[in-house]
Structure formats: structure tokens, C-alpha cells
């Protein structure tokens, strides 16, 4: 799984909120998906990471910016980001729905923050669905980078 985010699920799945006594509404799940830093030193052979990782960590350095020496931080860049996400995700993902979207983007790391909860009572959230929806995204956004840019 190097070329895809390492995910940890911070809350219980189970949880359910009662409003009223016959209303149940779903408590968001909240996702942390984060993208392991993939350095530009290590040669194309010795790299442990996929060329889509490594592809991916160049286009959030280049859009997000790297840090690397002054970082200036770029909100409505990762507020656009995040908006992308909330509504792109589902296209990849249709069984649920991004509440809410937070980035965190600095030279080492990238991690998206997602509260999901399911679009419908029945269904439950899978983890791995939910890593292969938001990684797709972000490919895409990587590879029209990359058409942009070499035109």
C-alpha cells in the first residue's frame, strides 16, 4: 500500500445519535488519510514509494507549497482543496457523504482530515473504499497539474 494513504479511523462506527426518540441521524466517522512524505533525493530504483506517491508529493509540494525554507501558507488554496474533496470524493465513493474536509499540508506532511458519515442508515463506511476515493482525487488534480504545466 505504499502508493496510497495510511488511514487511521478515529472514531467508533457504531456510534448513533438519537434526536428524537423515532429519529436516529448518523455522528459523522472521521478519517485521517495521510500521504507518506516521498523524498525527491532518493533515486527512481532505491524509492520505496510508487511514481503515483511520488507524483502526488511533487504536485501538493508545487500547488501547496514545500516549506521548506520560508513557508508561506496557502488557505484558500487548502480551503479549494478541500471543497474539491468534499464533492469530488463522492463521484469515486457515491454510498457516503464528506461533511466536512480539513487539510494539513507542511514539507513533511500531508494529511487530509474527513468526517463521512453514510448516505444511507443501512450502510456502513469502508476504510479502504474511502483511501481509493480521496487517492483518486488527488491523482487527478496531480496528473491535470502535470498536463498544465507541460503543456
Not at 488511514?7 to 441521524?25: F, G, K
Not at 501558507?73 to 478541500?82: A, E, V
Not at 463521484?91 to 474536509?101: L, S
Request: charged content about 20%.
Amino acid at each position: 500500500h505504499h502508493h496510497r494513504f495510511h488511514r487511521a479511523a478515529l472514531s467508533n462506527d457504531a456510534i448513533r445519535h438519537l434526536d428524537t426518540p423515532d429519529t436516529i441521524a448518523s455522528v459523522p466517522e472521521f478519517h485521517l488519510l495521510s500521504l507518506c512524505y516521498t523524498p525527491p533525493d532518493v533515486s527512481e530504483s532505491g524509492r520505496p514509494f510508487s511514481k503515483t506517491a511520488a507524483d502526488t508529493w511533487r504536485w501538493k509540494d508545487a500547488v501547496l507549497g514545500d516549506g521548506r525554507d520560508f513557508f508561506v501558507p496557502r488557505p484558500k488554496t487548502l480551503q479549494k482543496l478541500g471543497s474539491y474533496l468534499q464533492e469530488e470524493v463522492v463521484t469515486f465513493y457515491p454510498n457516503i457523504e464528506v461533511q466536512e474536509c480539513m487539510i494539513l499540508s507542511n514539507c513533511a506532511r500531508f494529511e487530509i482530515i474527513l468526517a463521512v458519515t453514510p448516505a444511507a442508515t443501512t450502510t456502513t463506511i469502508d476504510a479502504d473504499q474511502l483511501s481509493l476515493a480521496v487517492s483518486q482525487c488527488l491523482v487527478a488534480q496531480s496528473n491535470y497539474y502535470q498536463i498544465k504545466v507541460n503543456g
